[in-house]
């Protein structure tokens, strides 16, 4: 542990599961007082135990209410937009319903979260906003092409926050994993089998799976004041995806 985020408070969505648990104990191991917020209320609870951080039980589809319990949790100087739900369908078998609830988890709730913590990081003229989208939404996705419209738009966004929020102090960075080993991509294999797994480890360079741990590296230095100078930036934790094989 260095300490690099002591006196910091952070908020993290999905931070119960997956890359934003990885993110969460990686925040409290460099001292930030940290909350999380999930609809997995069992996780979440063994998270507060586990960390000693805040638990917010969050059904980050619900925007207007997601909004409000991060506005009313206190200031925070990170936020860190982790909770996301995949898509498993070609476009032609989807429904409006379907597309809503995954513009709602995957980029409405990115713009909830936002708007309830900038009024605190602009009067204190610091901040750290983090977007978790994907490399699906610079690449696109055969089989995810709402996914990847709300993680393109995740991208669209923060580069514009990082435009408007600049002079007070805010930077506005994207993380786009490619195929890490979280339980949301298990749930997709369990699906596709082999052959999906196969394919998602040969479109990266290095051949394998990046782990959660990894992305929460990436997090944790975006955090830090040694990122002070960085914003408006997509950084891919990616293995080498989209440069070819």
Same mark, same amino acid.
């Given at each position: !542990?260095?300490? *690099?985020?002591? +006196? &910091?408070?952070?908020? =993290?969505?999905?931070? #119960?599961?997956?890359? @934003?648990?990885?993110?969460?104990?990686?925040?409290?191991?460099?001292?930030?007082?940290?909350?999380?917020?999930?609809?997995?209320?069992?996780?979440?609870?063994?998270?507060?135990?586990?960390?000693?951080?805040?638990?917010?039980?969050?059904?980050?589809?619900?925007?207007?209410?997601?909004?409000?319990?991060?506005?009313?949790?206190?200031?925070?100087?990170?936020?860190?937009?982790?909770?996301?739900?995949?898509?498993?369908?070609?476009?032609?078998?989807?429904?409006?319903?379907?597309?809503?609830?995954?513009?709602?988890?995957?980029?409405?709730?990115?713009?909830?979260?936002?708007?309830?913590?900038?009024?605190? !990081?602009?009067? *204190?003229?610091? +901040? &750290?906003?983090?977007? =978790?989208?994907?490399? #699906?939404?610079?690449? @696109?996705?055969?089989?995810?092409?709402?996914?990847?419209?709300?993680?393109?738009?995740?991208?669209?966004?923060?580069?514009?926050?990082?435009?408007?929020?600049?002079?007070?102090?805010?930077?506005?960075?994207?993380?786009?994993?490619?195929?890490?080993?979280?339980?949301?991509?298990?749930?997709?294999?369990?699906?596709?089998?082999?052959?999906?797994?196969?394919?998602?480890?040969?479109?990266?360079?290095?051949?394998?799976?990046?782990?959660?741990?990894?992305?929460?590296?990436?997090?944790?230095?975006?955090?830090?004041?040694?990122?002070?100078?960085?914003?408006?930036?997509?950084?891919?934790?990616?293995?080498? !995806?989209?440069?070819?094989?």
């Amino acid at each position: !542990m260095t300490g *690099a985020l002591a +006196g &910091r408070h952070a908020v =993290i969505t999905g931070g #119960a599961n997956g890359i @934003g648990a990885a993110i969460a104990r990686a925040f409290t191991s460099e001292g930030a007082r940290t909350t999380i917020l999930d609809i997995d209320r069992r996780a979440g609870e063994a998270m507060a135990l586990e960390c000693g951080l805040n638990f917010i039980e969050s059904d980050v589809a619900d925007t207007q209410t997601l909004r409000a319990r991060v506005a009313a949790a206190g200031s925070f100087g990170i936020l860190v937009n982790s909770a996301g739900v995949d898509q498993h369908a070609f476009f032609g078998e989807t429904s409006p319903l379907e597309w809503r609830r995954w513009l709602a988890i995957n980029l409405e709730a990115v713009f909830a979260t936002t708007h309830a913590v900038l009024p605190g !990081m602009q009067h *204190a003229r610091f +901040g &750290r906003l983090i977007n =978790i989208a994907s490399e #699906a939404g610079r690449l @696109g996705s055969r089989g995810g092409s709402v996914y990847a419209a709300a993680k393109g738009g995740v991208i669209a966004f923060t580069k514009s926050m990082a435009r408007e929020n600049a002079h007070y102090g805010i930077t506005a960075n994207v993380i786009a994993p490619g195929p890490i080993d979280t339980p949301m991509l298990r749930q997709a294999v369990a699906v596709g089998g082999d052959r999906l797994l196969d394919g998602m480890k040969s479109a990266t360079l290095v051949r394998r799976l990046g782990t959660p741990e990894e992305v929460a590296a990436a997090a944790v230095f975006l955090a830090s004041d040694a990122a002070g100078y960085i914003t408006g930036e997509t950084l891919g934790v990616s293995g080498g !995806m989209g440069i070819g094989a």
